[in-house]
């Protein structure tokens, strides 16, 4: 029967300075507590001694790793348990090992395997809260530390830190320490939402807004009611319902660029069964709140432009910046919400006439534009077919304002590979910032298919500069 040890070891520098003041001695080690933490065996040996790492030894067998854990070129071994595979599983949807994209899969645990001999008997890390950063096999930082209470640390400060559950094993190749969860680095997250303070705001309200009955009350008109319903059941039946807003977008007059656009919905009433709510937009601008019904309302056709998911929230707002950046000109626009085909849920929101709640707003945000950002760097990359590449701003770099405020549109995804940040695989949308670029929070993984690749960008600060798209090279060797 395969055996793990799992004792925990704790400092004889702690038990000192408890009686002396907190005091940490010179000689910072851990004690023991019953078990040499030396293993004997390669890390390799050791997991597959050990019932508790058995989707970890197969994870390694899956993607030729072996040699890493049995080389005797010393490293540190942050090993997820077979409870971790589970959860990263089910956290993915995949139904097995098999399931995950091998390149992924190895990517995942370089990570887990850092490029130096750390055990927290090192006087380094003697301090409490003190995450030390090193390199990992797929080229991204970890940061090792303790708490307060002694508990080894992983990536302790970053947006997502994980207690380790057995530190110090000593397999004759390293170190070793035991977690619970799959592992991964995560910079800290800029807020994409907070503006430049010389940024302004110009609010604009509804000329008309009602809504719409199916059924048997598809000739009747709501134009004086103080809410707006919204129901998607059969589409056109006694329960359907859609919301219909028209604004003239001339009545945006502050100066500047308008860089953001949002449509803020407040909430009377929503079910939140965590459906989507989608919003479209409609040709027709010549109706009027006080003669619309469903018999002469004109239905969305078109793919929504803006969607979120119902939650208890007091306010529904909407992203509408890349519809309005479509438009040829300042115009009337009208909008219809409806929710999500057959769900069946209900939602109630304010109209311009309602005395209680806010009426429907479009907020535009307003920059000065007088920022320039440059392309400084773009040298794009060579990645081994299959295998990983982390970018830095040695490949992409862009100036004119804080590596914060630089933030990034995904337009193109790569087609022969992921482009990865944190435990996400980006999509087409998604926001970044040069942060991430320089603390190396990005990777490119290469499916193993393909001579090249690309990953297309636009960029902008929070003070209404922007770049034109461009496309980072990729070549695969």
């Not at 056109?236 to 949002?262: H, P, S």
């Not at 626009?333 to 429907?360: H, I, W």
């Amino acid at each position: 029967m395969k055996n793990i040890k799992t004792s925990y070891f704790l400092l004889i520098g702690v038990l000192i300075s408890l009686v002396t003041s907190c005091e940490i001695q010179e000689n910072f080690e851990y004690q023991n507590s019953g078990s040499t933490g030396n293993l004997g065996v390669s890390a390799w040996e050791y997991i597959q001694s050990s019932d508790s790492l058995v989707l970890l030894e197969a994870a390694i067998s899956r993607v030729g790793l072996e040699s890493i854990y049995m080389d005797m070129e010393a490293k540190t071994f942050i090993a997820p348990t077979n409870a971790a595979f589970e959860q990263y599983l089910a956290a993915n949807s995949y139904a097995s090992l098999e399931d995950v994209p091998e390149p992924i899969l190895r990517n995942t645990l370089r990570y887990h395997i850092v490029n130096d001999v750390v055990l927290f008997t090192d006087p380094e890390l003697a301090d409490s809260n003190n995450p030390i950063a090193y390199s990992t096999v797929n080229g991204q930082i970890m940061y090792l530390s303790h708490n307060t209470n002694y508990q080894g640390q992983v990536n302790e400060g970053t947006s997502k830190q994980w207690t380790i559950v057995t530190s110090n094993l000593v397999p004759t190749n390293g170190a070793m320490h035991i977690v619970s969860s799959i592992v991964y680095f995560s910079a800290p997250a800029s807020n994409l939402n907070i503006p430049d303070p010389s940024v302004k705001t110009d609010t604009i309200y509804p000329k008309h807004d009602s809504y719409i009955n199916g059924g048997s009350s598809s000739g009747v008109n709501y134009g004086r009611d103080i809410i707006m319903k919204v129901k998607n059941v059969t589409g056109n039946g006694d329960f359907d319902r859609k919301a219909y807003m028209m604004f003239d977008l001339n009545e945006f007059d502050t100066e500047g660029v308008i860089t953001d656009v949002r449509l803020d919905m407040a909430v009377k009433f929503t079910a939140a069964k965590g459906v989507s709510m989608n919003l479209f937009a409609v040709s027709d601008t010549l109706w009027n709140e006080s003669s619309l019904t469903f018999d002469n309302a004109t239905l969305p056709t078109e793919d929504p432009i803006a969607s979120l998911t119902t939650t208890k929230i007091t306010t529904f707002a909407f992203d509408v910046t890349d519809f309005f950046n479509s438009l040829d000109k300042r115009q009337s626009v009208s909008f219809v919400l409806d929710g999500e085909a057959g769900t069946d849920e209900t939602d109630e929101f304010a109209t311009k006439e309602n005395t209680t709640l806010s009426a429907p707003m479009l907020i535009a945000t307003i920059a000065s534009g007088n920022n320039v950002l440059d392309l400084i760097t773009n040298t794009g990359f060579t990645v081994t077919s299959g295998e990983t590449y982390v970018l830095s701003d040695e490949v992409l770099e862009v100036s004119g304002a804080a590596a914060a405020d630089i933030i990034f549109t995904l337009e193109e995804i790569p087609q022969n590979g992921w482009l990865i940040r944190g435990a996400d695989i980006l999509k087409a949308g998604d926001r970044l910032t040069q942060q991430d670029v320089n603390s190396k929070n990005l990777v490119y993984i290469s499916n193993g298919t393909g001579t090249e690749d690309a990953i297309v960008l636009s960029a902008r600060d929070r003070a209404g500069s922007s770049l034109e798209s461009f496309s980072i090279d990729i070549t695969v060797q």
